[in-house]
């Protein structure tokens, strides 16, 4: 059950040449639409063809996968292909962030700018800049400025109320009182969680936050108990948590979950996992996951904490909540209230981790956070951000404030999106359920509890990843890169808008 996780490296160039000379392969210019698709096809095989033996090994499989996609898009429009055959051949499915100026959709009779015209998405969230056309229209741009003059408020209201200057050296360097505030009081009002701006810290990023708590927490539990703590990570999930906990020197505890469970930690595997390794003291628990969409419901957390407060050990569970508003929001309040209704005392236990990234579109801004209702656990990895950091970037405050005062106003936003994602995963299935009707490249298309923004299918006998792409030009991840096997492929309903 314990393995070790490969670093991340930067990767070379995937070269797309001839393995016998080293010489580009030339390919004549099509003349018509379905030569032009074929001829795309043709680019996509050789370059798969090439780079396949490198990104099976490359410690960053899913940045190789995007980067042979994009080999094929940029050989193909250096031969002058149309960029319709060059979409209809190649569908980017690997990269999980959306890109909200490519939104596009409505429900079917929408009109334009309610709420079912999820085009608007842009302009709610203030990316569209004044005067940029998106969708076929010019924005005015009124949330992009409408967000600079909350940014200009909120430092006047600092100085004012706070006497907190951004513009000078920060000794803690966890963020503003006043953002900390904004962000603990929004998961107060939506799941009832007592969390206060004292033990809330802002990240860039959910990862940096995850990163800070995981280096302190090792480091605490190996100095009290005098040995190497281990850290449960449950697979499949996100790899890069694995290169966090072994890089601050943890046991790595890599459990393989089921198909039969949901892909999902259950009480009896837990119960086994903390007979077997008297040093667990870390579980790192995605509520809903990442890749394969399937989330734990109530009763199945209230299992796993009754197995937690059974065994009575001093254990923290790392609960990244990054997709919690993704999917059914009845659901998703239901689990953040196994936290507050659980045996024991979980909720004393629990670092949450928190992003703007996924529920919000928010993927550039880099907005994370990371709170506790345990005093004792705020003050162990406080100490990452006060000894990393001389303060956090006085604009990137001002903006992440001004991001959750309109959250705050306007739960309309989240709920569109909410929606955008649903909308998109419906499509994706059907898709993918007429690509297995005519090319057999599944056992099963993914079914999945309808959240986050992935779709998890198995591959038929003989299948992965990049004979996929081959294929159907389909580019996902295979589920190797999460800590999995290559039967499985996440695939996302992220960059490419839904047909």
């Known amino acids: 059950m314990t393995s070790s996780a490969r670093r991340p490296a930067a990767q070379p160039p995937i070269a797309h040449k001839d393995a016998g000379n080293?010489?580009?392969?030339?390919?004549?210019?099509?003349?018509?639409?379905?030569?032009?698709?074929?001829?795309?096809?043709?680019?996509?095989?050789?370059?798969?063809?090439?780079?396949?033996?490198?990104?099976?090994?490359?410690?960053?499989?899913?940045?190789?996968?995007?980067?042979?996609?994009?080999?094929?898009?940029?050989?193909?429009?250096?031969?002058?292909?149309?960029?319709?055959?060059?979409?209809?051949?190649?569908?980017?499915?690997?990269?999980?962030?959306?890109?909200?100026?490519?939104?596009?959709?409505?429900?079917?009779?929408?009109v334009p700018g309610s709420a079912d015209d999820y085009s608007t998405i842009g302009e709610d969230l203030g990316i569209i800049l004044p005067g940029e056309e998106i969708n076929g229209?010019?924005?005015?741009?009124?949330?992009?400025?409408?967000?600079?003059?909350?940014?200009?408020?909120?430092?006047?209201?600092?100085?004012?109320?706070?006497?907190?200057?951004?513009?000078?050296?920060?000794?803690?360097?966890?963020g503003n009182p006043l953002l900390r505030d904004l962000l603990a009081e929004s998961y107060r009002r939506k799941y009832g969680l007592p969390l206060n701006w004292q033990n809330t810290f802002a990240s860039v990023g959910a990862l940096n936050g995850l990163d800070a708590s995981i280096r302190t927490l090792t480091m605490y539990y190996r100095d009290k108990y005098n040995e190497q703590p281990a850290f449960c990570f449950p697979a499949p999930g996100f790899a890069v948590v694995l290169w966090q906990a072994q890089a601050s020197n943890a046991e790595v505890i890599n459990y393989q979950t089921t198909e039969q469970d949901g892909f999902k930690l259950t009480a009896p595997n837990l119960q086994q996992l903390l007979i077997v390794h008297p040093n667990l003291r870390l579980l790192y628990l995605t509520l809903s996951n990442n890749p394969t969409a399937f989330s734990y419901d109530a009763d199945e957390l209230r299992a796993l904490w009754q197995v937690i407060a059974d065994d009575g050990r001093e254990l923290t569970v790392l609960a990244d909540t990054a997709y919690i508003g993704t999917g059914n929001p009845d659901q998703d309040r239901a689990r953040m209230q196994a936290f507050l209704d659980a045996p024991g005392d979980i909720i004393n236990q629990t670092i949450f981790i928190n992003s703007f990234s996924k529920i919000y579109g928010l993927t550039g801004d880099r907005m994370g956070w990371t709170s506790t209702t345990s005093d004792h656990l705020a003050a162990i990895i406080q100490t990452a951000w006060n000894n990393a950091l001389a303060g956090l970037p006085a604009e990137w405050q001002l903006r992440f404030m001004a991001y959750a005062q309109l959250f705050n106003e306007r739960p309309d936003i989240p709920d569109k999106i909410r929606r955008l994602y649903h909308y998109r995963r419906e499509r994706l299935r059907h898709e993918l359920e007429q690509v297995n009707a005519i090319h057999h490249v599944f056992d099963e298309v993914g079914v999945d509890d309808d959240t986050t923004i992935y779709n998890w299918s198995k591959l038929a006998e003989g299948e992965d990843s990049f004979t996929l792409l081959q294929k159907t030009g389909i580019a996902g991840v295979s589920g190797s890169s999460f800590g999995y096997d290559d039967r499985y492929l996440r695939m996302s309903v992220g960059f490419r808008p839904a047909d």
């Open 22 to 110: 080293g010489k580009p392969r030339p390919i004549l210019r099509a003349s018509n639409e379905q030569a032009e698709r074929e001829q795309v096809r043709a680019i996509r095989n050789h370059i798969v063809a090439i780079a396949a033996p490198a990104a099976r090994e490359a410690a960053a499989p899913i940045r190789a996968m995007a980067r042979i996609v994009r080999e094929v898009e940029a050989e193909c429009r250096r031969l002058g292909i149309s960029e319709a055959a060059i979409a209809s051949e190649v569908q980017n499915r690997s990269i999980g962030d959306v890109d909200v100026r490519f939104i596009r959709e409505r429900e079917a009779g929408a």
């Open 137 to 174: 229209h010019i924005s005015d741009g009124a949330t992009y400025l409408r967000l600079r003059e909350m940014m200009t408020s909120f430092e006047r209201q600092l100085l004012r109320e706070y006497h907190f200057d951004l513009r000078i050296y920060d000794v803690y360097g966890v």
